[in-house]
């Protein structure tokens, strides 16, 4: 059964799963696993992992999502409701009628929302605000620092850098997404799921689809 699952993006993922440059996102294990474990798949079952602790214990976690699923983007937000806004080139309604729609901060920053409400936080966004739809293609467990060029292109966070001897593109670095990564975790909590303290994070694989598709 297709399940419809919320997925919170901060804005510079939401303009790189626009621009198709995001088809994979990170998030932390909690609780970790821990740095020790051996970890692997349970093979009767797809949405089982199994790890064992120092002292031969088995443990099981289940992946958050499945193949499938589909995911809605909840991001920062904004319900418009005006008569006209001429500085953004609204046309002037009828008397009586009210623009409604959704804005959406990672498209603008810096537009003019009410100052009684403002932004409102992704955590708060309804499903039916949503823009952005995934459809899971794969979960797994990994440790961070096991991301792989490709992978890193995949987030999103390609670097452009070319081999000075010959000219040619060279695979991405970590870098970017070290710097990427560290910046959504709280700095309180960088010593546990920072890029350095390399935790277990699932990693989810998606493709954008319509909203249409996403409701069938």
Same mark, same amino acid.
């Given at each position: 059964?297709?399940?419809?699952?919320?997925?919170? =993006?901060?804005?510079?993922?939401?303009?790189?799963?626009?621009?198709?440059?995001?088809? %994979?996102? +990170?998030?932390?294990?909690? /609780?970790?696993?821990?740095?020790?474990?051996?970890?692997?798949?349970?093979? &009767?079952?797809? %949405?089982?992992?199994?790890?064992?602790?120092?002292?031969?214990?088995?443990?099981?976690?289940?992946?958050?999502?499945?193949?499938?699923?589909?995911? &809605?983007?909840?991001?920062?937000?904004?319900?418009?409701?005006?008569?006209?806004?001429?500085?953004?080139?609204? /046309?002037?309604?009828?008397?009586? +009628?009210?623009?409604?729609?959704?804005? &959406?901060?990672?498209?603008?920053?810096? &537009?003019?929302?009410?100052?009684?409400?403002?932004?409102?936080?992704?955590?708060?966004?309804?499903?039916?605000?949503?823009?952005? =739809?995934?459809?899971?293609?794969?979960?797994?467990?990994? +440790?961070?620092?096991?991301?792989?060029?490709?992978?890193?292109?995949?987030?999103?966070?390609?670097?452009?850098?070319?081999?000075?001897?010959?000219?040619?593109?060279?695979?991405?670095?970590?870098?970017? =997404?070290?710097?990427?990564?560290?910046?959504?975790?709280?700095?309180?909590?960088? /010593?546990?799921?920072?890029?350095?303290?390399?935790?277990?994070?699932?990693?989810?694989? =998606?493709? +954008?689809?319509?909203?249409?598709?996403?409701?069938?």
């Amino acid at each position: 059964m297709k399940r419809i699952k919320p997925m919170l =993006f901060n804005g510079a993922m939401v303009r790189a799963t626009l621009d198709d440059r995001k088809t %994979a996102t +990170r998030r932390v294990i909690k /609780p970790q696993i821990p740095q020790t474990a051996h970890v692997a798949r349970l093979k &009767y079952s797809w %949405a089982w992992y199994w790890w064992e602790d120092g002292d031969g214990h088995g443990h099981e976690i289940k992946t958050p999502y499945r193949p499938g699923d589909i995911l &809605y983007v909840r991001e920062t937000w904004y319900y418009e409701t005006h008569l006209e806004d001429r500085r953004y080139g609204e /046309p002037m309604l009828p008397s009586g +009628r009210y623009l409604f729609r959704y804005i &959406y901060r990672a498209d603008d920053p810096n &537009y003019p929302v009410s100052t009684g409400g403002g932004w409102r936080p992704s955590i708060h966004m309804p499903k039916e605000a949503a823009r952005i =739809f995934l459809r899971v293609k794969d979960v797994r467990v990994e +440790r961070l620092q096991n991301i792989t060029p490709q992978q890193i292109d995949a987030e999103g966070c390609k670097e452009y850098g070319y081999d000075v001897a010959t000219g040619e593109l060279v695979p991405s670095s970590p870098a970017l =997404f070290k710097v990427v990564w560290n910046s959504t975790i709280k700095p309180a909590e960088l /010593p546990l799921y920072g890029w350095d303290a390399n935790p277990w994070v699932w990693v989810i694989e =998606f493709e +954008r689809i319509s909203r249409e598709e996403a409701m069938k």
